[in-house]
């Protein structure tokens, strides 16, 4: 059984509270989970002491026995010093399409054209 640690979402509509569980990756987000060790309350300010609380003895308990945190679990991991997580970026992600790469150069191409064209006649005049 592969374990994750990783948040269910509670609260109403548009006021989301989340629970931080250690379940079973096969359930579903807001379903069955064997221990709650935290809360995430993303209402509150980013200096409130209440936004996110964390039972550090369990997570650390858990990660040893092979549980996974998600990447926003892994985020508070890291700020309570628990666990080190690695930035990651995409640049392929951010790149523009095909299509959009086509027009770049096009336009591109066109900008060098008129630079060169009002480039030639000025320096047709100097030579002769």
Do not use: C
């Not at 592969?2 to 250690?22: D, N, T």
């Not at 060098?112 to 320096?123: F, G, N, Q, V």
């Amino acid at each position: 059984m592969s374990l994750k640690i990783r948040l269910a979402r509670g609260g109403a509509k548009k006021r989301p509270y989340y629970r931080v569980v250690i379940a079973d990756t096969r359930s579903p987000r807001d379903g069955r989970f064997i221990e709650k060790i935290g809360s995430f309350n993303p209402l509150l300010p980013k200096d409130h002491k209440d936004r996110i609380t964390l039972d550090l003895e369990r997570a650390k308990h858990w990660l040893s026995v092979g549980a996974l945190p998600t990447d926003r679990v892994a985020r508070f991991l890291d700020a309570a010093g628990l666990l080190k997580r690695t930035a990651s970026n995409n640049p392929e992600k951010s790149k523009p399409k095909a299509k959009a790469q086509e027009r770049l150069e096009a336009i591109r191409l066109a900008a060098e054209a008129a630079k060169e064209a009002a480039a030639a006649p000025a320096e047709a005049p100097a030579e002769a």
